[in-house]
């Protein structure tokens, strides 16, 4: 189970045990045949004002956790506890007042923003719908988010093909942030960027959690990206947690197999240093059928008979990084 | 905008002269002389000869389309040579049936088909819409004249609910717009299906529905206008085989349209008729692609017509 990393902190957003199983249909009536595992049995806790970082390779259920939580997918079970309330238990009218406290900026700043509407429309529509400033005012609160986005106030009527890939993210942040919410799920929100523009919007997202003590739930492949933003890391391997921590124990010391893999596997800007990179067999295993035991044994160099049966629980190196291998004391 | 429309105006001209040559030559290669026909059986060759220069049909065939052209510039359509009423005179009298009847086809076809596409789109693989696929299926699959026939043999001779044939009330209206407009309705229903099929998987359907606005919001104001432009290319094209299915539907409901006149024309070898009631009915079908051009820029900021 998960131990609270830090009891001095108040937890914001608190996952236990989602699952998120989507049907395969088959044969000619439809029927459910078999199920993808995209996220199974996960858990974990956001505290307020942190930045949650879940790195994985790609189908590792990162933006799947992501989206269950947010219930734009239904997660087949589980629960997720914002503020002591459960988001899985509640109507769809309960939810939607909810989601003013908990928004998402999407990977693809080219496919997350309306094309038929304009900047105004965009944010005007989130102001309106959760009732948060007067009609008369919104214009005005626009022009103030837009600048907090570093966008000029002239750019309010403009549609978002007339925008950078930059500039869309940046109506993306504060399409989000026009909700003033508590915690934003960031889905790979720079992944789609420059690196030069990488770094922009990166430093933005941190400066804005400052100004309005945000916490962030940050998934991404970048591991680059994520030692920048990120105070804890969660480490994913085919729907599974492999390793939490917070960042300076997992990038120092990483336990898991896995992630020493993935560390390993980060450019080092020094020719003098000679690197080790682990490099891991085979591909990833279906999530339709995923390995007995643990998930990863098919692919770790270390795996003895007992990973095979046996499914690793997480347990904790010490309290505020855990670990889920067999391996590790 | 205004520029475009102008230009685009301009641009029907060609289309229209091409029309006009296309009619023309294909009046030429039919079998049958005009002449033989207006003088009627046994008459003498002088008397042929007769009307046949008095009506220009011994001239050049390049002196004929000239003459024509030229006399369409000024507005005149040339004189029925069955009636001999000028045919503008003649199609006018028969248009507002037709573009009655168009109008109420083309509004079954999309309400009917956009509604079926949009509810087969929001419960994909469901019951429904399993339904209504199969349903368009038949739709664009059967004949107009078997489905007009049908529809008069149930609903006006067994329940007796609408008018046999004609034209002048609503009641009139219901089967043949049916008639004319499902395949159309069909055709739409799928479009509207993939269409909308492609755009709820985008990511700023997510982002709505994270805004936390409700459903329907999210189907009709978000969806739908962004899976609105292939539907508008769709229902304009429909226009153009509406033009043309109103020939059948005019026959089978006995209607007096435009469809019927051209088609009463052909038989007679009444060219001017023939050739008016073509170029009339082109330049309504060019005058609403022009329209769906407009709609385009519309519900597409990113569509620069100019």
């Known amino acids: 189970m998960m131990m609270t990393a830090d ?25 459910t045949v078999n199920h993808v595992k995209a996220v199974d049995d996960v858990s974990f806790t956001i505290f307020e004002g942190e930045t949650l970082s879940i790195v994985g390779e790609s189908g590792c259920g990162k933006s799947t956790t992501g989206r269950a939580i947010l219930r734009l997918d239904e997660p087949t079970s589980g629960s997720v506890f914002f503020e002591g309330k459960d988001l899985l238990a509640m109507s769809k009218s309960q939810m939607r007042s909810m989601r003013k406290d908990l928004q998402v900026i999407f990977q693809d700043p080219f496919a997350s923003l309306n094309p038929r509407q304009s900047v105004a429309q965009i944010l005007g529509e989130a102001l309106a719908i959760q009732n948060i400033v007067p009609a008369n005012q919104r214009r005005e609160r626009i022009i103030e988010l837009l600048s907090h986005v570093g966008l000029r106030p002239d750019q309010i009527d403009r549609f978002p093909h007339e925008f950078s890939g930059g500039q869309r993210q940046r ?49 991404s492949h970048d591991l680059g990206v994520v030692r920048h933003i990120s105070d804890r890391v969660m480490v994913m391997y085919l729907g599974k947690v492999v390793e939490i921590a917070d960042k300076k124990s997992l990038f120092d010391s990483p336990q898991h197999p896995y992630t020493q893999a993935l560390l390993s596997a980060i450019p080092v800007p020094d020719v003098s240093k000679k690197q080790e990179r682990i ?44 670990v889920a291998c067999h391996l590790v004391p | 905008m205004f520029v475009y429309i102008v230009r685009r105006l301009l641009q029907m001209i060609p289309v229209l002269l091409g029309v006009i040559l296309v009619v023309f030559l294909i009046m030429q290669m039919v079998p049958g002389d005009p002449a033989v026909l207006l003088a009627g059986e046994g008459a003498s060759a002088e008397t042929i000869a007769k009307i046949r220069t008095q009506l220009g049909l011994d001239q050049p065939v390049m002196v004929q389309y000239f003459h024509y052209v030229t006399d369409v510039m000024t507005g005149d359509l040339g004189t029925s040579l069955r009636s001999n009423l000028p045919v503008f005179d003649e199609i006018m009298a028969r248009l507002p049936a037709t573009i009655e009847l168009a109008i109420a086809s083309i509004f079954v076809t999309v309400v009917l088909g956009m509604v079926a596409g949009i509810i087969s789109a929001t419960k994909q693989y469901s019951a429904a819409d399993i339904t209504i696929m199969i349903v368009a299926l038949l739709g664009v699959s059967l004949p107009s004249f ?133 170029l009339i009915a082109s330049v309504i079908f060019v005058f609403v692609n022009l329209l769906v051009d407009v709609l385009y820029r519309y519900f597409n900021k990113r569509i620069d017509l100019n």
Not at chain 2, 167 to 176: A, R
């Open chain 1, 7 to 31: 009891q001095t902190k108040k937890p914001l957003l608190e996952v236990q045990n989602l699952k998120q199983h989507f049907p395969i249909k088959g044969g000619i009536l439809g029927r």
């Open chain 2, 146 to 278: 078997w489905l007009g026939l049908s529809l008069i043999y149930y609903f006006s001779v067994k329940l007796q609910w609408f008018p046999v044939a004609g034209w002048g009330t609503w009641k009139h209206m219901v089967l043949p717009a049916i008639t004319l407009g499902t395949a159309g309705a069909a055709i739409v229903a799928r479009m509207t299906r993939s269409s909308m099929l492609d755009v709820v998987r985008q990511d700023y359907i997510r982002t709505a529905r994270a805004k936390g606005l409700r459903e329907q919001v999210i189907v009709y104001k978000h969806a739908l206008k962004n899976a609105l432009i292939p539907i508008i290319t769709v229902v304009g094209l429909q226009f153009g085989f509406l033009l043309g299915g109103t020939v059948l539907v005019e026959s089978v409901f006995a209607i007096n349209g435009l469809g019927r006149l051209i088609v009463d024309a052909i038989r007679m070898r009444d060219l001017p008729v023939v050739q008016g009631g073509v």
């Open chain 1, 171 to 219: 109506i993306g942040i504060a399409r989000a942030l026009a909700m003033q919410p508590k915690l934003i799920i960031c889905d790979e929100a720079v992944s789609a960027l420059d690196v030069s523009i990488q770094a922009q919007v990166l430093n933005l997202l941190k400066s804005l959690q400052k100004e309005f003590k945000l916490t962030y739930l940050f998934i």
């Open chain 1, 279 to 322: 490099i891991l067999r085979g591909d990833v295993p279906s999530p339709i059928n995923p390995p007995q035991g643990c998930r990863f044994h098919t692919r770790c160099p270390l795996a003895v008979e007992r990973c095979k049966t046996e499914v690793p629980a997480l347990t904790n190196v010490h309290s505020t990084h855990q």
